[in-house]
């Protein structure tokens, strides 16, 4: 077995799941446990300057093979949390071997069936070998394969000391699932001229461009009275929850949109008569059309408090970010030097537009410009997520590939 895919089946047994809403940082202390194996690990391999600081983040040096080098330093990036979405506690990785196209049964049961008829993706990868979950959890590909095919990377260059290369650093993060991944992220003593994220999806894919991100917290009141004599009184805060949410544009929530079309998602919503609190997120890769969306919201607003009374309805917005693409326009060797790993590695290379965020892009607007790679893995966030062997496999040769590239010039 290689050694990115015995690191990885270690790193997944580690329950390192964030939780959103928590003001600590990082938001759950179990992900210091993967932090401080990988502290050990580093170490271990040789690398210098390594660290975990109080925030979890983990940080490592790999220096250059010429110690006269004065070139560039390049940085990897990963995070180590997990989605809360499913639980990744008591992972139990299997590797499907050979994979005929069929599908997977991931339980004894037959409970939990992996299957190419709701996963066409799956047939892209008949003949690898699969690692799967029993169903029970996520499997943890996003984004402990991005930190095994680092670390995978880093191993293999502080064993073959003949390999030229430059100074490359590693960082580890913390509570990226949760939004806050680069909160405290130390970018002077991180001190790299641009970088990857190793968090993209499958083989191939190589991303620049996010969403433009607004998030809103909505809070409607209501009077609640006994409904026997409610009449002319009671102001239901549910009905009028659910009357702003058929106000919402129908065909632009998540499911009906793709590629480059923005939404609005309503993530959440609980209360009663009385009140009523609702997470609502705005996404697009335009600014433009960003902007308004925020405003058809706070017209909906406006209308609702016109009808039912000043302060029913009110928007609070939070923690967004923006498409990281002005950034990297301005160095796009990062995009064409991706591409050429990708191509001596054998590999197709994909330009995608993230539907989502990255740390990548908030580092970007804090003047470290870092693109996305893929990882590639499927289905994240669920019980049906899966990762090929030799995609990692091929993951770990790009990188060694990108270090070379950049050695040279």
């Not at 993706?121 to 984004?143: E, P, Q, Y």
């Not at 064993?159 to 913390?174: D, L």
């Not at 609070?316 to 790993?341: C, V």
Request: net charge negative.
């Amino acid at each position: 077995m290689s050694e990115v895919i015995e690191r990885f089946l270690r790193y997944v047994k580690v329950d390192t799941q964030s939780c959103d809403g928590v003001e600590q940082f990082p938001s759950t202390e179990k992900q210091k446990d993967l932090a401080r194996i990988l502290v050990g690990e580093l170490a271990q391999i040789g690398a210098a300057n390594v660290r975990m600081d109080e925030n979890g983040y983990v940080y490592a040096t790999i220096p250059a093979s010429d110690p006269d080098w004065t070139g560039r330093t390049i940085g990897f990036i990963s995070h180590m949390d997990t989605s809360e979405a499913v639980s990744g506690k008591d992972v139990k990785p299997r590797i499907v071997e050979n994979y005929d196209g069929a599908e997977i049964p991931l339980d004894a049961e037959g409970k939990y069936v992996l299957s190419p008829a709701e996963y066409p993706d799956l047939l892209d990868n008949v003949g690898k070998d699969l690692i799967v979950t029993d169903g029970s959890t996520l499997l943890g590909a996003d984004d402990k394969a991005g930190i095994a095919e680092i670390m995978a990377m880093a191993s293999y260059l502080l064993s073959h000391p003949e390999v030229k290369h430059g100074r490359i650093q590693i960082a580890f993060t913390p509570d990226e699932e949760v939004g806050r991944g680069v909160d405290f992220f130390d970018l002077d003593g991180f001190d790299a001229d641009f970088a990857y994220t190793v968090d993209g999806g499958a083989l191939g894919e190589i991303e620049y461009e996010n969403f433009n991100a607004q998030n809103l917290k909505i809070e409607i009141k209501g009077k609640s009275i006994h409904p026997g004599s409610a009449k002319g009184v009671m102001k239901n805060a549910v009905l009028i929850a659910s009357e702003l949410v058929q106000m919402i544009p129908p065909m632009e929530n998540p499911a009906c949109t793709d590629g480059y079309e923005g939404f609005y998602h309503v993530d959440s919503i609980e209360g009663d008569v009385e009140k009523v609190s609702m997470i609502c997120l705005l996404r697009d890769h335009d600014k433009d059309k960003i902007r308004h969306k925020a405003a058809v919201m706070d017209g909906i607003a406006a209308f609702l408090n016109t009808k039912y009374g000043p302060g029913t309805v009110t928007i609070t917005k939070y923690r967004g970010y923006e498409n990281m693409k002005e950034k990297i326009l301005p160095h796009m060797h990062l995009i064409d030097n991706a591409m050429l790993a990708m191509e001596r590695a054998g590999v197709t290379a994909k330009i995608c537009a993230i539907r989502g965020g990255t740390d990548g892009a908030t580092l970007s607007y804090r003047g470290l410009p870092c693109p996305n790679l893929c990882t590639g893995g499927y289905n994240y966030h669920g019980r049906f997520e899966y990762i090929p062997v030799q995609s990692m496999e091929k993951m770990q040769e790009v990188l060694l590939n990108i270090v070379d590239i950049y050695a040279k010039n």
